[in-house]
T-cell receptor, first 116, second 109 residues
Framework: SAVISQKPSRDICQRGTSLTIQCQVD?????MFWYRQQPGQSLTLIAT?????????ESGFVIDKFPISRPNLTFSTLTVSNMSPEDSSIYLC?????????????FGPGTRLTVL | QKEVEQDPGPLSVPEGAIVSLNCTYS??????FMWYRQYSRKGPELLMY????GNKEDGRFTAQVDKSSKYISLFIRDSQPSDSATYLC?????????FGAGTTVTVRA
């Protein structure tokens, strides 16, 4: 499986500011995804990061709030904009499509965000 | 209705016991069913996945899918303290994972 790193691992931010989270993979991957894991809740897909085109967002998530970049096949960023305490969560990137089986998705360690 | 519902737990079992984890799903079109393990402050780790109905075994872990009842199970035999973690079931549809809320398991030495 791929080695996936995320930066920062954690951060505490003030309301109204923005934070950009980076996801780096040690090999080229076709698909990259961003998830949110709120306390006591299941992981929820935010968007699919498409290389060379705009991200595809899930219902309830919009580009103005969560802009995503995917400049190449090993890197993506997620920005959480104009943050409020409700954005406090763990944000995870995942990758898929490395092997012949597109069904295996692997996750990074996550970024733990606290908004005051 | 959530796409995947998972027994919430938590579960606490003695070392060596069999752990049984269960989920149900809503969409009969789902074909791939995954189990992830998540240790505290770590990302989810793919344990195993199954396609359609049936059983799949990997060491001490067995995954079962019953599509007629839309039921997913994971069994851990001879549980060890190192199995203490949160277990997440998920379905895969068009590359998108839908997760249950997770069941936290503690195996007591």
């Amino acid at each position: 499986s791929a080695v996936i790193s995320q930066k920062p691992s954690r951060d505490i931010c003030q309301r109204g500011t923005s934070l950009t989270i980076q996801c780096q993979v040690d090999s080229q991957v076709t698909m990259m995804f961003w998830y949110r894991q709120q306390p006591g809740q299941s992981l929820t897909l935010i968007a699919t990061a498409n290389q060379g085109s705009e991200a595809t967002y899930e219902s309830g998530f919009v580009i103005d709030k969560f802009p995503i970049s995917r400049p190449n096949l090993t890197f993506s960023t997620l920005t959480v904009s104009n943050m409020s305490p409700e954005d406090s969560s763990i944000y995870l990137c995942s990758v898929g499509g490395q092997t012949s089986s597109y069904n295996e998705q692997f996750f990074g360690p996550g970024t733990r965000l606290t908004v005051l | 209705q959530k796409e995947v519902e998972q027994d919430p737990g938590p579960l606490s079992v003695p070392e060596g016991a069999i752990v049984s984890l269960n989920c149900t799903y809503s969409n009969s079109a789902f074909q791939y069913f995954m189990w992830y393990r998540q240790y505290s402050r770590k990302g989810p780790e793919l344990l195993m996945y199954t396609y359609s109905s049936g059983n799949k075994e990997d060491g001490r872990f067995t995954a079962q899918v019953d599509k007629s009842s839309k039921y997913i199970s994971l069994f851990i035999r001879d549980s060890q303290p190192s199995d203490s973690a949160t277990y997440l079931c998920a379905t895969l549809n068009d590359y998108k994972l839908s997760f249950g809320a997770g069941t936290t398991v503690t195996v007591r030495a």
